[in-house]
Nanobody, 123 residues
Framework: QVQLVESGGGLVQTGGSLRLSCAAS????????MGWFRQAPGKEREFVAT????????QYADSVKGRFTISRDNAKNTVYLQMNSLKAEDTAVYYC????????????????WGQGTQVTVSS
């Protein structure tokens, strides 16, 4: 079992930056692939980024490539999402997700989810 708690969301102006954090419980955090998803009002939850258990592989949605960076600190049981050059269309609730092993880019592949943190980008 893994429990996830996101933090770091807030209101930021277009072009600004935020860093989201996701703290995980459990002693086997390092065995889990971690992902970030987001859901805007009236839209489906969509993949943003993922990082596999041993740091070596990351994947990003095309819409955030070059602007967002996912990273993890297994010693702190925490995954991060650094978001730069934010745009109004990045406004959404951002969710952290976890799944044993592998690299996963779809919502169905993740068993564990946090409650989400709101990111609002204003022009």
């Amino acid at each position: 079992q893994v429990q996830l708690v996101e933090s770091g969301g807030g209101l930021v102006q277009t072009g600004g930056s935020l860093r989201l954090s996701c703290a995980a419980s459990g002693r086997t955090f390092s065995s889990y692939a971690m992902g970030w998803f987001r859901q805007a009002p009236g839209k489906e939850r969509e993949f943003v980024a993922t990082i596999n258990w041993n740091y070596g592989t990351t994947q990003y949605a095309d819409s955030v490539k070059g602007r967002f960076t996912i990273s993890r600190d297994n010693a702190k049981n925490t995954v991060y999402l650094q978001m730069n050059s934010l745009k109004a269309e990045d406004t959404a609730v951002y969710y952290c997700a976890a799944q044993l092993g592998g690299v996963f880019t779809t919502r169905r592949q993740y068993d564990y989810w946090g409650q989400g943190t709101q990111v609002t980008v204003s022009s």
